[in-house]
């Protein structure tokens, strides 16, 4: 089987999110089990200048954004069994960020045609091209409705994987014309329109032959007005090929045994080397230095998505009792400034960081206690599963893949993974976390339990990509 995976961003080259890291992952899984398997990213000149000098030139052409007759370099990089080619475009993907630009709209829809453009000239024909989030979604669309008459084309599946559908490509409907030469009619008759845009997540939806996304709660959930922006009503009606597959995380990046990011190694066995961690977190957040209190970390983009303004309205409260939090994290400017507040007004208690370090966020997983994400929506969220790995117990809020990965402490039984609040309140969340500020000051016994379960779940790629390869499968029936 041939998948072409098409991803904006890719772990170890340049990334802001979960789709990434999945992007960096998945496809070393899936080539693994003897899926031929490349990866289609643009050519960011973020990317390390490492991996740019390992880049061979490949070929290059030319591609026709409506009127613009664009150059497309492509080069190729094969890495750890995958081979990985870059769309090359300086004028499209020189920039400081991946998104946020005015012309996103046409960036994008140059990402999607080079795509397929680049099909001929590499002289490799997938079986099935994996597109994700909007970015790529136009590719499905695009191949049945302005690429129909290429019979080499005509067999090709596709699979849409929804990432975080709050995100969706909605533009003037102009771009149908102006960008891909293409006539209004599907824009008219409602096929790719949501409201007075064109969606470039909508088309992909309707014309995926499969869609995904990233854990199965979300994919019930994004059914609904609440959490499906818009798209809900096109999903019910698309759900028969809708699912939900839960991402893994790299285990071997993420192993507090091999983790050369943290000071003390350890693991479930021994976590002697836990508890130094800790202590080097306290030290260089200039705590105090106290293993009988928790410590909370949060790493996070600092967002009222990710349950921040809760946070805040019940931090005063939180820090009446004997804990320590730990911040790191960038977001929203009014959310970031009321976390430095708190950090000048509880220095003992409570530090944020406002900035993006991964070292500290290895850190903070290391030494950690508790994590918190108290996420309003969370497709899959990573960071839990890392929290967990790394024997900080997790306290979440109990939707989309929060709800699927941590399992709440029963009392009875005394299994358990987390704590988890479902009512998305001020009061459920400071009721969580004093419940497991009392566990870990009160029952140190059944607080390493519950470490343990977290610390040997397995959060590995190897069962959601025999789940993915099934998929593709079902496609090409």
């Known amino acids: 089987m041939k998948v072409l995976f098409a991803s904006a961003e890719c772990v170890p080259f340049f990334k802001t999110g979960g789709l990434g890291d999945v992007a960096g992952a998945l496809p070393k899984e899936l080539a693994q089990r003897g899926v031929e398997l490349s ?29 613009r007759h664009q150059y497309c370099g492509i080069k190729r990089l094969v890495l750890k069994g995958v ?34 453009e680049m099909l001929e000239k590499i002289d490799w024909l997938p079986d099935v091209i994996h597109v994700n989030d909007f970015h790529s979604a136009m590719v499905p669309f695009l191949l049945k409705e302005k690429y129909q008459q290429v019979n080499a084309y005509r067999s090709i599946k596709t699979i849409l994987t929804i990432h975080n559908i709050e995100f969706q490509g909605a533009y003037d409907k102009n771009v149908l014309p102006d960008f891909f030469d293409i006539g209004l009619e599907r824009f008219d008759d409602g096929s790719i329109r949501l409201g007075d845009s064109i969606n470039y997540l909508k088309a992909g939806i309707v014309y995926a032959d499969r869609v995904n996304t990233v854990s199965p709660t979300y994919a ?39 983790d050369e ?28 230095i106290r293993q009988d209190i928790p410590l ?12 921040f303004r809760l946070l805040l309205d019940e ?40 900035l993006f370090d991964v070292s500290l966020a ?32 997790p306290i979440v809020h109990g939707v989309g893949g929060l709800k699927d990965t941590v399992l709440p402490f029963d009392p009875e039984t005394k299994a358990g993974t987390g704590f988890v609040f479902s009512a998305f309140t ?38 959601s990509a025999k789940i993915y390869l099934e998929l593709y499968k079902r496609a090409l029936d």
């Open 315 to 354: 931090l005063t409260n939180i820090l009446e009792n004997e804990v320590q939090i730990v911040l790191l994290g960038t977001g929203d400017p009014e959310i970031e400034e009321s976390f430095r507040q708190f950090s000048n007004r509880y220095p003992d208690q409570f530090r944020a960081n406002i």
């Open 83 to 116: 081979t990985y080619y870059f769309i090359d475009n300086q004028y499209y993907f020189d920039r400081d960020n991946l998104y946020g630009y005015e012309d996103d709209s046409e960036r994008f829809a140059f990402f999607s045609l080079a795509i397929i």
């Open 39 to 67: 990866v289609v990213l643009p050519f960011f000149t973020k990317i390390p200048i490492a991996f740019q000098e390992q880049c061979e030139e490949y070929c290059d052409f030319y591609v026709d954004v409506g009127w």
């Open 261 to 288: 990011q943290i000071p003390m190694n350890f693991s479930v066995h021994d976590l002697s080397g836990k508890m130094q961690d800790k202590q080097v977190l306290q030290e260089k957040m200039n705590l105090p």
């Open 296 to 307: 909370i970390g949060v790493v996070s983009r600092l967002t009222v998505q990710k349950g």
């Open 220 to 258: 019930n959930e994004i059914q609904t007005p609440e959490f499906g922006f818009g798209l809900d009503e096109i999903l019910r009606l698309e759900q028969e090929k809708l699912s939900g597959i839960l991402n893994g995380i790299d285990v071997e990046l993420y192993d507090p045994q091999t």
């Open 426 to 463: 001020s009061d459920a969340l400071l009721s969580t976390i004093s419940r497991a500020i009392t566990m870990y000051q009160s029952e140190r016994v059944i607080w390493t339990d519950v470490m343990n379960q977290g610390m040997t779940k397995d959060f590995s790629w190897e069962k």
């Open 362 to 393: 290895q850190l903070i997983y290391a030494g950690a206690d508790l994590f918190l994400m108290p996420s309003a929506a969370e497709p899959c969220g990573l960071s839990q599963m890392i929290a967990m790995r790394y024997g900080a117990v």
